[in-house]
């Protein structure tokens, strides 16, 4: 069974810097796309990016190119979605997703809420 | 980028048909056959529903159906029923090796 566990709600001032994660399990976690999608308060979704985590190979939306950064860690099967200073615009749902193929979402976590407020 | 054109809104009475349409342009939904449709109930995740126009992944209802015509594709849902109200989407693939969703459509069943 494909599972895609995220990391939990964070609470953050204008500023900081964070990291959240999503754990894949029951696949082949090297040779299958994940990536990130942004949900704003009441609003619809939002692609923001991918990696390959066999060969690190990373596209981003241009809405977000330069504002996050994508990673992952193969040997815990782990993908990274990494800010350097929050704004209280992110303030949103992040959700991780996997496929086989970078068009297409097969598996979705359970979402990573991310609070900004001074 | 701007997102795909969804209608806001539909809805439809059990056991009709309903139809959400999802325009986008040549460099996207036009270009390629990779679109997809997922479902979202309020405070879940979302669910893949359809995935290359047409193609229904294991376990989803043959209820739902997929196809594009152009620069607009289509999801379909016949037989409706109370469990499909929830928030939909549209995903293409772009010219960009990207994707984009559309702005979602909330489907209330009657």
């Known amino acids: 069974e494909v599972q895609l566990v995220q990391s939990g709600t964070e609470v953050k001032k204008p500023g900081e810097s964070l990291k959240i994660s999503c754990k894949g399990s029951g696949y082949s976690f090297t040779s299958h796309w994940i990536g990130w999608v942004r949900q704003m308060p009441g609003k619809g979704l939002e692609w923001m990016g991918v990696?390959?985590?066999?060969?690190?190979?990373?596209r981003y939306s241009p809405s977000f190119q330069g504002q996050v950064t994508i990673s992952a860690a193969k040997p815990i099967s782990t993908a990274y979605l990494q800010w350097s200073s929050l704004k209280a615009s992110d303030t949103a749902m992040y959700f991780c997703?996997?496929?086989?193929?970078?068009?297409?979402?097969?598996?979705w976590g359970q979402g990573t809420l991310v609070t900004v407020s001074s | 980028q701007s997102a795909l054109t969804q209608p806001a809104s539909v809805s439809g009475s059990p056991g009709q048909s309903i139809t959400i349409s999802c325009t986008g342009t040549?460099?996207?939904?036009?270009?390629?056959?990779?679109v997809s449709w997922y479902q979202q109930y309020p405070g879940k995740a979302p669910k893949l529903m359809i995935s290359?126009?047409?193609n229904r992944p294991s376990g989803i209802s043959n209820r739902f159906s997929g196809s594009k015509s152009g620069n607009t594709a289509s999801l379909t849902i016949s037989g409706l029923q109370a469990e499909d109200e929830a928030d939909y989407y549209c995903s293409s693939y772009t010219s960009s090796s990207t994707v984009i969703f559309g702005g979602g459509t909330k489907l209330t069943v009657l």
């Open positions: 997703a996997v496929g086989s193929i970078l068009k297409t979402f097969h598996y």
């Open positions: 040549s460099s996207d939904v036009g270009g390629y056959t990779y």
């Open positions: 990696i390959y985590p066999d060969d690190s190979d990373t």
């Open positions: 290359e126009v047409s």
